[in-house]
């Protein structure tokens, strides 16, 4: 496998005056087809630097590489052009948009690239029949349950053909059920080849992985790679990664 995404020394400091460090000299490397949990407690810095290798945010020192490219020094107009073409990304509260319906929602971020209207639509038809949406095309998110907003979340991330999936706590707003429906269609997903990079607090989104890295205090305290014979569908405690 060829290296995808690298972070370099990568660092995130907020504040003017009592500056917090929400990273601190971190190096992450990811693989192409790869799919990498970052676990740890509230405040370990998973999302802020889910963010950074993302293209979401800017480090306030160290180096982004995604693709063979140096992001985090791009201007805001190129990097809003990668990231649309070849980042993905899937919220914990889905962030869909409220005045669209579901195909609306996943045909935007394809109009976007510059894609046709006619030719969006028509993609859209068995993205969102894959994610097992067939016959709520037309439905408002408010419609929906939040299994059924988070797959149009996952659907729009798709819509592209990223290179990279990002998620930041997938799981974290869904109920028991719908996060396994969830968390069976991501490791599809992977399975099809996807490169996958997700911030969890669940074990068991943690348990599909290839890569377990573990935060603590903004460092990465631990790494565990996941060797599995079989799909895992049961609940690990998270504290096993550390």
Do not use: C
């Not at 740890?40 to 993302?54: E, Q, R, V, Y």
């Not at 190129?78 to 990231?83: M, S």
């Not at 894609?115 to 029949?129: E, K, N, Q, T």
Request: no cysteine; hydrophobic share 45%.
């Amino acid at each position: 496998m060829t290296v995808l995404l690298e972070g370099k020394g990568l660092v995130k400091t907020y504040g003017d005056g009592t500056k917090v460090e929400a990273v601190r000299g971190v190096d992450l490397t990811l693989e192409r087809g790869e799919f990498v949990a970052l676990m740890g407690p509230s405040g370990s810095g998973k999302s802020t630097l889910l963010n950074l290798l993302a293209g979401l945010d800017r480090p306030t020192a160290g180096e982004v590489w995604l693709d063979g490219q140096r992001i985090d020094r791009m201007s805001e107009a190129a990097l809003a052009k990668i990231r649309r073409r070849k980042v993905g990304v899937v919220f914990q509260f889905f962030n869909l948009l409220p005045t669209l319906s579901a195909a609306e929602n996943v045909v935007l971020p394809m109009l976007l690239v510059g894609r046709g209207r006619g030719d969006a639509r028509r993609a859209v038809v068995p993205l969102l029949d894959g994610l097992g949406l067939a016959g709520r095309h037309d439905a408002a998110p408010k419609q929906l349950s939040g299994g059924q907003q988070q797959r149009v979340a996952l659907a729009r991330a798709l819509a592209n053909s990223p290179d990279l999936l990002v998620g930041d706590e997938p799981t974290g707003n869904l109920d028991s059920v719908a996060a396994k429906e969830v968390l069976g269609l991501l490791r599809e997903t992977h399975q099809a080849g996807q490169t996958l990079l997700l911030a969890t607090h669940d074990a068991r989104v943690a348990a599909a992985a290839d890569r377990v890295i573990t935060l603590r205090d903004g460092q990465v305290s631990g790494e565990k790679v996941l060797q599995r014979a079989r799909p895992v569908d049961f609940p690990f405690d998270g504290d096993r990664w550390s």
